[in-house]
């Protein structure tokens, strides 16, 4: 059975207890989430502690953006896998594509940040999507599909049990524009697809494939209503809990 997931992805906002209040306040809220659902929250590494301690009773699990691509030694300003699974991440987020774009996250990178998670037992959310111009020029399927072939084909169909896919069309993303139900489910079926001709069908058909990119409580319901959308990475809404708990609550 696919796992629903929605996942808030605070990027860089909240100071500490800006993001505490903000922890305790899902907490509070959570009761009518349904049972099915899992919700994930990655704040900024210098709250994962302090959040982590927040939602440790919960059914809140913990994520980070990121992680380093080594292991461990002179890697000034890194956090490594070791590091965010000592204060108690389930998740990171792997491969945003504000990482790719404004911090030269390549693939080579991604891969080895990925098996660095997978050795310190933590799920990756690895994330994919295009820009405007691959969209408008038809080439959406050729761009996810590679970002999906350069980093995800390099592992195990049994790895990919610890694996949680997001797609995010970059032109969707803090724009206020979202990509339609039925271009969301296309592609979406497109990538279990993908997955399925390399890992095999009862692999793909297993995974959890997000959506991501101005998703709001107005739109998740039709969104999630997708036989290929099994939740959604949530940016701006995630911000505000009552936001982030109704986009919870829309399945
Ligand atoms: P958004 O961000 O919901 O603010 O569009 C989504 C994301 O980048 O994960």
């Not at 808030?8 to 899902?26: C, D, F, I, R, Y």
């Not at 030694?73 to 998740?91: H, I, N, P």
């Not at 049990?161 to 995010?168: G, P, Q, S």
């Not at 997708?226 to 911000?239: E, K, M, N, S, Y």
């Amino acid at each position: 059975m696919r796992k629903k997931i929605v996942a808030g992805n605070w990027k860089m906002n909240t100071t500490v207890p800006e993001g505490k209040e903000l922890a305790s306040a899902l907490v509070s809220k959570f009761a009518g989430v349904p049972e099915d659902v899992t919700l994930v929250i990655a704040p900024p590494f210098t709250h994962l502690d302090s959040v982590g301690e927040i939602i440790k009773d919960s059914k809140i699990c913990l994520s980070s953006q990121n992680c380093a691509d080594q292991e461990k030694g002179a890697y000034t300003g890194e956090v490594s896998a070791a590091m965010l699974k000592s204060v108690g991440c389930e998740y990171v987020i792997l491969g945003h594509s504000e990482r790719r774009e404004y911090y030269g996250e390549t693939s080579a990178k991604l891969v080895e940040k990925t098996k660095l998670a997978f050795a310190n037992g933590m799920k990756v959310i690895f994330c994919c999507g295009e820009n405007l111009e691959d969209r408008e020029a038809g080439k959406h399927f050729d761009v996810v599909g590679k970002e999906i072939k350069d980093v995800l084909f390099q592992f195990t169909a049994a790895d990919m049990a610890n694996v949680v896919v997001a797609y995010e069309p970059i032109w969707a993303i803090g724009t206020g524009k979202t990509a339609s139900s039925a271009q969301a489910e296309e592609i979406h079926a497109f990538i279990r697809k993908t997955l399925a001709d390399q890992f095999g069908k009862e692999v793909a058909e297993d995974m959890t494939i997000l959506y991501g990119g101005s998703c709001k409580p107005a739109n998740a319901k039709e969104l999630f209503a997708q036989p290929d959308i099994d939740g959604g990475l949530i940016g701006g809404a995630a911000l505000k809990a009552d936001d982030f708990i109704a986009i919870a609550q829309s399945y």
